[in-house]
């Protein structure tokens, strides 16, 4: 079989190839993973990090995310298993399962006061026994029941100020 020759390259192509242009180009500098770059058990030496600037601020600590629940559902084991390890993550995550709250109704609103409408002493005087026998049937926590009461008191302060301004303002009309 006859032997085939390459035709010799064109002065062009001949001329790339013999420059070292990429040499010059690269930084002869330290190489950051040489063996001094590390200790005896092959970890980085202290201050020779592969990450000499650290995780960026604002950033957070990987170790503490909360996984996506959405994008990634975890079988019930690995979920138990998780949260074993890291209790703390259990709020978040039921956040992500649970459905949001729902809006709380106002517990005046719920017995049916109107607490704009009260304007006299005996109004006030007729809401407090509506709000006690809702309290005794169950109707209404304690703690709201305590919270009607104390936006009744204000409610009955700011007429009681508003009076005694009028009543300073003008004298001679709150007499009357």
Not at 47 to 73: E, F, I, M, Q, Y
Not at 124 to 151: D, S, Y
Request: net charge positive; with cysteine.
């Amino acid at each position: 079989m006859p032997e085939t020759v390459a035709d010799p390259l064109s002065p062009p192509c001949f001329l790339l190839l013999s420059e070292s242009g990429i040499q010059e180009s690269q930084r002869l500098g330290p190489d950051p993973s040489s063996p001094r770059a590390r200790d005896a058990r092959g970890r980085f030496a202290k201050g020779s990090s592969g990450n000499p600037h650290g995780r960026p601020r604002g950033t957070r600590n990987p170790k503490r995310r909360v996984p996506d629940l959405v994008a990634k559902p975890l079988s019930a084991q690995a979920l138990s298993d998780l949260l074993d390890r890291k209790p703390h993550l259990l709020r978040p995550l039921a956040a992500q399962i649970l459905p949001p709250p729902l809006a709380s109704v106002d517990p005046a609103e719920r017995l049916g006061i109107d607490l704009p409408s009260l304007r006299t002493v005996d109004d006030f005087e007729q809401v407090l026994p509506i709000i006690l026998t809702a309290v005794a049937h169950g109707e209404i926590a304690p703690a709201e029941a305590a919270r009607i009461a104390r936006r009744v008191r204000t409610r009955l302060r700011a007429l009681r100020r508003l009076a005694r301004f009028v009543g300073r303002v003008n004298p001679g009309e709150s007499r009357g």
